[in-house]
């Protein structure tokens, strides 16, 4: 089984500039979490989607961040305009809907970005 | 706000030790718990998810949880240097859905 994939691994933009990132979720998995982990910090839950449905968005920086998750199985994460202090680990997980399963997040490898 | 906190360590226990890991959380209505490996460089992988008071074991690991007293703790037996990595305590509520992460723990184990 496939895991989650994400592009790209390593971005490096300057501050002001744009970025997208891509994640493609282990195939069936309905939802799909998209992670922010500072250096030496814990992964922070920016946006879950369940299907191409918003769950939680409550910690994305609306003013910059957005993300979509069209036809409920791939999802783009951008930040604009980016500022130094978004450089950091994005994280995409994924898991399956309902239960005790719901809480088994699977982690794809994380795009590292770094804002100059 | 919901708060997970870690000791950050650096924990350091010889080859074949038990490695004691800790773990307090500030809301009481969460429910599911779990505990994640980092190794440098890569992400998170579960290893170890407990939902009620008590013992859980899975091999070398035995995750312990005290509702009562908010803590949550992963015990590591006979703990080998490939051990070694940041452990990363999640908390769960049943009425948002997002987890909560803390800072982690980076353990050493020592050959």
């Known amino acids: 089984e496939a895991g989650v994939a994400q592009s790209p691994r390593y971005k490096i933009i300057e501050k002001r500039q744009s970025v997208a990132f891509w994640c493609n979720p282990i195939s069936g998995h309905a939802t799909l979490y998209w992670y922010q982990q500072i250096l030496g910090q814990g992964p922070k839950l920016l946006i879950q989607?369940?299907?191409?449905?918003?769950?939680?968005d409550s910690q994305l920086p609306k003013d910059r961040f957005s993300a979509e998750r069209l036809k409920g199985v791939d999802s783009t994460l951008k930040i604009q305009p980016a500022k130094l202090e978004d450089s950091a680990v994005y994280l995409c997980?994924?898991?399956?809907?309902?239960?005790?399963?719901?809480?088994?997040?699977?982690f794809g490898p994380g795009t590292r970005l770094t804002v100059l | 706000q919901k708060e997970v906190e870690q000791n950050s360590g650096p924990l350091s226990v010889p080859e074949g030790a038990i490695a004691s890991l800790n773990c307090t959380y500030s809301?009481?209505?969460?429910?599911?718990f779990f505990w994640y490996r980092q190794y440098s460089g890569k992400s998170p992988e579960l290893i170890m998810s407990i939902y009620s008071n008590g013992d859980k074991e899975d091999g070398r690991f035995t995750a312990q949880l005290n509702k009562a007293s908010q803590y949550v703790s992963l015990l590591i037996r006979d703990s080998q240097p490939s051990d070694s990595a940041t452990y990363l305590c999640a908390v769960k509520d049943n009425y948002g859905q997002n987890f909560v992460f803390g800072p982690g723990t980076r353990l050493s184990v020592l050959p």
């Open positions: 997980a994924s898991s399956l809907p309902g239960g005790t399963k719901e809480n088994e997040q699977f």
């Open positions: 989607f369940q299907n191409n449905g918003v769950v939680d």
């Open positions: 809301d009481r209505v969460s429910q599911s």
